[in-house]
């Protein structure tokens, strides 16, 4: 594979309504600026410069009982004023290189986010979405892939009526859930590492539940 930079310009495939949206690299107070400096390159050939994410996937997001739930899109377009949730929507995403192979991807997307008022509880999720990732760029980077996944940062569209402003967090696929590991495997390597990291994230403040 040839060697990798970071993607200035990303496009998400949303199969479900043949929409193919064009994302920028988000500039804001917490990531202004340092936003190769923060993030891991995507793993894709340099002669990609514009990779396509397809995302063929039902949305999960934690209900109000923090028990995760299934969304179709249409749903999870209300985010924001319709489908409201201090959590951000999860999807599985891949990338399909030249030779037909197949990378999986997470998600974590909030729509209508200019829709949001500051006061409504929606507002936590865009806060933690970007918290999140500003805690992987100051304070993770050197257990990326190994102890957590890899952060390629966070991406915005204005998709006017379809969407409104979208904010995209992307990561590596990490496999099965946490929730999943810790009610079968309590005892791995796994659920140790885990442990560990969740240690050291809370001495840093870190918010772990986006």
Known sequence: MA????????????NEVKEEIKFLPLKDRYLEGEFTAMFEPFPFPSSDPEPLLEVPFKARM????GKPREYSLDQALSWGYGLDSESSLSFPAYYVDGEGQQTLFCLKVVFNTEKVEPDHYCKQAIRRLLADANFYGHHLRDVAGTLVPRHYGVWRAKTGEWGGTVLCSVTEWGGVTWDKVAAKKRDTTMVKCVRRVSGHASAHSFVSNI
Not at 5 to 11: A, G, P, Q, S
Not at 62 to 65: C, F, G, Q
Request: net charge positive; no cysteine.
């Open 62 to 65: 934690n209900d109000t009982e």
């Open 3 to 14: 060697s990798r930079k970071h993607t200035r310009i990303l496009w998400l495939g949303f």
